[in-house]
């Protein structure tokens, strides 16, 4: 059973940082798409960015372009996301999800296909 788990949330400032892990146990993530995706309250999950673990290509949603960061440790087997200059409209629960076999960056294969882990909250006080 794939297994993801999210770390590196937290509380801070408008204006800072926080980088985001994911790690995946029992897979590598050599053939997966893999999404960070975050749900604020009241409002839906959206797509935040996306790696290829195959090609490394990744995405963007345009709010966080130039602002955050999607990488791959292959050696830990971890997907980061680092995030700077975080605005209070970040805040919200972010989740990674994994993808096995197709390179895929819409939500709705990540939904319907892939596996997630449990969120961890980010929250920008301004």
């Known amino acids: 059973e794939v297994q993801l788990v999210e770390s590196g949330g937290g509380l801070v400032q408008a204006g800072g940082s926080l980088r985001l892990s994911c790690t995946a146990s029992?897979?590598?993530?050599?053939?997966?798409?893999i999404g960070w995706f975050r749900q604020a309250p009241g409002k839906e999950r959206e797509r935040v960015s996306c790696?290829?673990?195959?090609?490394?290509?990744?995405y963007y949603t345009d709010s966080v372009k130039g602002r955050f960061t999607i990488s791959k440790d292959n050696a830990r087997n971890t997907v980061l996301l680092q995030m700077n200059s975080l605005r209070p409209e970040d805040t919200a629960v972010y989740y990674c999800?994994?993808?096995?076999?197709?390179?895929?960056?819409?939500?709705?294969?990540?939904?319907?296909?892939?596996?997630w882990g449990q969120g961890t909250q980010v929250t920008v006080s301004s």
């Open positions: 790696i290829s673990g195959r090609s490394g290509s990744t």
């Open positions: 999800a994994a993808v096995d076999g197709i390179v895929t960056f819409t939500l709705r294969d990540f939904e319907s296909l892939g596996s």
């Open positions: 029992k897979f590598t993530f050599d053939e997966y798409s």
